[in-house]
């Protein structure tokens, strides 16, 4: 067991306080921080801190995959990680996207192999062959666009926006208010010419804005993300598609879980995010980057659903609470030590003996394993090799660790 040092993510819609703040560095940061990874991605591995300096996590894996992440992982995934724990945080919008399904990574990554395009190159979407799951868990509020709104409450959105040019909008929802209507309207709207774009995204932008004058609240969270994509991409389909989306407000401890196909945007704040260790992203607006709308529309589950927010279920232990997610991926929990429990040796097992990534978010606790023992306080992470395990847990004030595992 080690102490882990995440690699900084500068991206510039981070954050030049939250990461800095969270890890107990100066702040305001050079450059805006985006995210904090805890992983073996090649990208950019963390580094275990040993007695003898530090050492990339993906060397670690290559000298002893067995050791490290256990007979069965290795059997199942092969002899590498197969999650990425990250901590996000956003100042602004990121872009409007989903991840593709297992078989379309696999078959996008051969195609775009056949046609010779450099896995490094910019205008590549399946930089390998994995689908990417993920999860989002709030660390304060968080700020989401996330999967198609149930069709009723979209016409109730469009309709109080009361913008004329979307009423053909309005009637195609209702003459078809299922999966089939949003995709309808969405292909519509993201293949639309520029010069249309440049007429029916400020109607909306206006629609917006009166709708804030005039007072009322029910839809207030979906006019201001109007205005807020709006002023930083005029003309951008994505703003458009953010009336189609579930408009979401995270508590700290609520997560999101995005599956294949799922279209998403997170808006703002900070969070811990837990992925299938894969890069590829399919973008439809809302950034600089490459957008590929074909295969994003390929992709796309157009299925509405009202209820996305994930909550942790608490497991028989009492201080763990599982997130119930489906990727074989991944397994995350929360591990919380207050009350009673700070001052004494708590058994912390897990469900089953692979390696496991802890991140502290609050407090500090010390952690025992057969492997030694570390002491976390917010901000620091370690890894628990599978030959490590299982640990004991021992906290002097409330602690909150988040537990990342290989799934069931
Ligand atoms: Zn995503």
Aim: net charge negative; charged share 20%; with cysteine.
């Amino acid at each position: 067991m080690h102490l882990l040092r995440g690699a900084v993510r500068t991206y510039a819609w981070g954050s030049r306080t939250a990461i800095a703040e969270f890890t107990g560095r100066p702040s305001p940061t050079a450059h805006p921080e985006a995210e904090l990874w805890f992983g073996a991605h090649p990208g950019d591995p963390a580094m275990l801190k040993t007695d003898d300096g530090e050492r990339s996590l993906i060397d670690a894996l290559r000298d002893d995959p067995e050791g490290q992440l256990g007979a069965a992982v290795c059997a199942r995934f092969g002899e590498t990680l197969p999650f990425l724990v990250k901590v996000l945080a956003a100042d602004e919008p990121l872009s409007l996207q989903a991840h593709p399904s297992a078989e379309q990574a696999a078959e996008g990554f051969e195609r775009e192999n056949k046609l010779q395009i450099p896995v490094s190159a910019p205008n590549r979407n399946y930089r390998d062959p994995s689908h990417k799951p993920e999860l989002i868990v709030a660390l304060d509020q968080f700020e989401a666009l996330a999967g198609f709104r149930p069709v009723p409450r979209t016409i109730e959105l469009m309709r109080a926006l009361a913008v004329t040019d979307l009423d053909p909008f309005v009637h195609l929802l209702s003459g078809q208010p299922d999966a089939g209507g949003l995709r309808a309207v969405f292909t519509t709207w993201i293949t639309a010419p520029q010069p249309d774009l440049d007429v029916l995204v400020p109607a909306v932008i206006d629609g917006a804005i009166n709708y804030m004058r005039s007072g009322k609240s029910e839809f207030a969270n979906e006019a201001k993300t109007v205005l807020e994509l709006g002023e930083r991409y005029p003309g951008d389909a994505g703003v458009l598609a953010s009336l189609l989306l579930n408009r979401i407000t995270l508590e700290p401890g609520e997560g999101i879980y995005l599956p294949a196909g799922n279209l998403h945007a997170y808006i703002n704040g900070v969070g811990v995010e837990v992925m299938a260790n894969s890069d590829n992203v399919l973008r439809g607006g809302l950034t600089p980057k490459h957008v590929d709308v074909p295969e994003l529309l390929r992709v796309l589950d157009f299925t509405p659903a009202a209820d996305v927010v994930v909550r942790s279920e608490v497991v028989e232990d009492g201080i763990e609470s599982l997130y119930p997610t489906p990727a074989p991926e991944f397994a995350v929990s929360v591990l919380r030590i207050d009350g009673d429990r700070i001052g004494h040796e708590i058994d912390a097992p897990t469900r089953h003996d692979g390696p496991q990534i802890l991140l502290c978010t609050e407090g500090s606790t010390v952690v025992h394993a057969k492997g030694g023992t570390v002491t976390l306080q917010k901000g620091s992470a370690a890894w628990v090799s599978a030959d490590d395990g299982p640990i004991r847990l021992a906290a002097t004030e409330p602690t909150t660790l988040f537990r990342s595992t290989v799934g069931i």
